[in-house]
């Protein structure tokens, strides 16, 4: 059991969940995507959202900014949430368009939405559950989806929602987080997402 509740910390980290996001879109659209298109947004993605912030978490490591890639302590979160900021400005800029890909691109907004109050929260000394908050703004977009889509999607909202429990006790079994900042963390997630719906749903 130990074991399977500390692989959630890295199965669902927040680096993967823009990734699961934009690949849930690309595999519930009913709309044809040409697939040169649909890899290119793909790389995209994982260059800008999770190879970047990798890079530049060893370079803050090295530079003695963070200690651990979970961001355990409040101050070691100020440099990469900034980091990520920016990159999700440069995906909103360069890579979705809200008009060709209205979804993906509010999907993008509520994400550096999260991702500043999450830093904000950060200056005020307050640690929130950076997992909980990721798998929360993923399984909202999910929901939202199967509903503008008009697809059947309950199996998959039922394992996002096991997710988010997975998630939840993982990080209380490792004590990486008490219940409120697992709460807080669930609806900064969620909240953007559920707010930004009504521009595209």
Excluded at 23 to 28: E, M, N, S, T, V
Excluded at 56 to 71: D, E, G, R, Y
Excluded at 82 to 91: E, P, R, Y
């Amino acid at each position: 059991m130990n074991h399977f509740l500390r692989i959630a910390a890295y199965l669902l980290h927040p680096l993967l969940m823009p990734l699961l996001g934009t690949f849930l879109y690309f595999i519930i659209t009913p709309r044809y995507v040409e697939p040169e298109l649909v890899r290119a947004k793909l790389a995209a993605v994982i260059i800008i959202t999770l190879l970047i912030p990798l890079i530049s978490f060893f370079l803050l490591k090295n530079l003695n900014v963070v200690t651990s890639i979970h961001l355990e302590e409040v101050k070691e979160r100020k440099v990469p949430l900034m980091i990520q900021c920016v990159l999700l400005l440069l995906i909103i800029k360069m890579v979705f368009d809200p008009y060709d890909s209205v979804e993906m691109y509010y999907f993008f907004v509520g994400i550096l939405f999260s991702a500043i109050t999450a830093l904000l929260l950060v200056f005020l000394n307050f640690k929130i559950s950076l997992h909980q908050m990721a798998i929360a703004g993923v399984t909202m977009f999910l929901i939202a989806l199967s509903v503008h889509f008009k697809v059947n999607m309950l199996l998959w909202i039922a394992i996002f929602f096991f997710f988010n429990g997975w998630v939840a006790s993982s990080r209380l079994h490792t004590e990486s987080h008490n219940g409120i900042e697992l709460v807080v963390g669930f609806f900064v997630g969620c909240i953007p997402q559920l707010i930004l719906i009504n521009f595209w749903l």
